[in-house]
């Protein structure tokens, strides 16, 4: 079991459907930001995320689309005032979209703090330079 699939059974527990397609988003998109440099800004989950998890899983890609997108919501609907503040670093009342859990996580799985924390003492990260715009 990766990291990842650990990390969404800590906040959904015991579920099966769905995990390890988020979680290969969840190291994706941790890949793109931390790998790759992208800003967050600048990764389109329609994009960048949705058919690489597809191909990834066999699955096409509006049934991926389609589960991301519900395990997203699954797992800001469970997380509750105590998971807010230890995975993503602050209680928050809703996410803009199901694709905000892939940052949330995806820092919370690279660096093993919640997100704001990480943003706190590391501003420079929303604001990366990828590969070929670095100078």
């Not at 650990?6 to 931390?34: D, M, Q, S, W």
């Not at 892939?102 to 990260?125: I, M, T």
């Amino acid at each position: 079991m990766t990291k990842e699939e650990i990390l969404i059974h800590n906040i959904l527990g015991p579920i099966k459907g769905g995990v390890r397609t988020f979680a290969c988003a969840i190291e994706l998109t941790a890949h793109l930001l931390f790998e790759e440099h992208m800003a967050q800004d600048d990764i389109l989950v329609t994009k960048h995320i949705y058919p690489e998890v597809a191909k990834m899983i066999d699955k096409s890609y509006l049934a991926t689309a389609r589960q991301l997108e519900r395990m997203g919501n699954l797992c800001w609907d469970r997380l509750g005032e105590e998971g807010c503040r230890l995975y993503i670093g602050r209680q928050l009342k809703d996410i803009r979209a199901p694709r905000d859990m892939l940052f949330y996580l995806a820092f919370y799985s690279y660096f093993g703090r919640p997100y704001y924390e990480v943003l706190e003492e590391n501003p420079q990260l929303l604001f990366q330079e990828g590969p070929n715009e670095q100078k």
